[in-house]
């Protein structure tokens, strides 16, 4: 019965723990000790100030790629499309910035994050229309988006809106008053050489709202019954073609919003290949976190201190790379898609 109860809170807490257990099977294989390793792994990501803040900076766009996927599926999609859509909003958003030069930071800030929600979602929100209308899987429609988006994106980079002078491939650099403040701005015992910034605190606040929404509100509870059964949710009223088309606009913007922390508050620049593939790691995100916000924000989290502990491997181990993270999400992923097996292993019901 405890475990029934806690089933929701539990069954990824074991699947990260049963990741751990490999993966210190595979560091054994090579020749060196899991308890050194992850050691050094966690001292380095969530011991040190330096090591907090750079967890807490890998962590935010993972928790806006990981709500916009979070959010799909409460509505029965899968938004496997939220590389494009922050592609598109950041370019967007770099845009605007640029060339809006000379606007109040009180009028340009604003805008600009407006611009990255509304840019995403828009390209979110096409998946979802052709969904509602015509029947289109929302995953070949936003697979072929991405492809859309990182063509037309670097041809922009590369062509018409190239910061010249630079073999890089990025724009100009944003207005100053299109800037959000990093966070050694605000709090003076943060190191400066700390990229994280503001964009941190606006997903703590997205995740709010988007748990007000779905729980809170009457849309809300629409879209998690057209997740539950679209049949049913018809029967009761409900339009499903709307929700559909809303759900994946709402999915985009998130995921758009990316741009924030990473134009508005890094790089203050559109850099190809900036992402890294967040908006691929937000599904496991989304997955860990079971489709909640709090969920979300602690698999973020924890995928943060993966990336930020990644980097020390190379330097105090022979043996092992950074990859070892990259098997480490595979895995974790994996066994959150198998927690049956673990419901079997503890009793918390049989599986259906």
Known sequence: MFFKKYEVILLPVISVLAAGLVGAIMI???????????WIFFKNSLFTLNGIGYTLFYA??????????????????????????????????ALVGIYLDGYSAWILVPLCMVVAFVTGGIWGGIPGLLKAKFGGHEVINTIMMNLIAFSLVNYLVVGPFHRKGTAILETDYISEAARIPRVHELLPFI????????GFVVALFACLVTYLILWKTKWGYEIRAVGISNSVSEYAGISVKKNLVLAMFISGGFAGMVAIPEVMGYRYTFHDSFSAGVGFVGIAVALLGRN?????????????????????????????????VMVLQGVIVLFVATDKLFKKILSFGKPS
Do not use: W
């Open 191 to 198: 190191p400066k050489t700390l990229p994280l910034n503001m």
């Open 60 to 93: 935010t766009p993972l928790i806006f790629t990981g709500l916009a996927v979070a959010f799909g599926f409460r509505c029965g999609l899968f938004n496997i499309g939220a590389e494009g859509q922050l592609y598109i909003a950041a370019m967007s958003v």
């Open 28 to 38: 054994l294989a090579v020749g060196e000790s899991p308890l050194e390793v992850y």
């Open 292 to 324: 909640h916000p709090g969920g979300v924000i602690l698999a973020a989290l924890l995928f943060g201190a993966l990336n930020r502990g990644s980097l020390f491997l190379d330097l105090n181990f022979d043996n092992l790379s950074k990859d070892l």
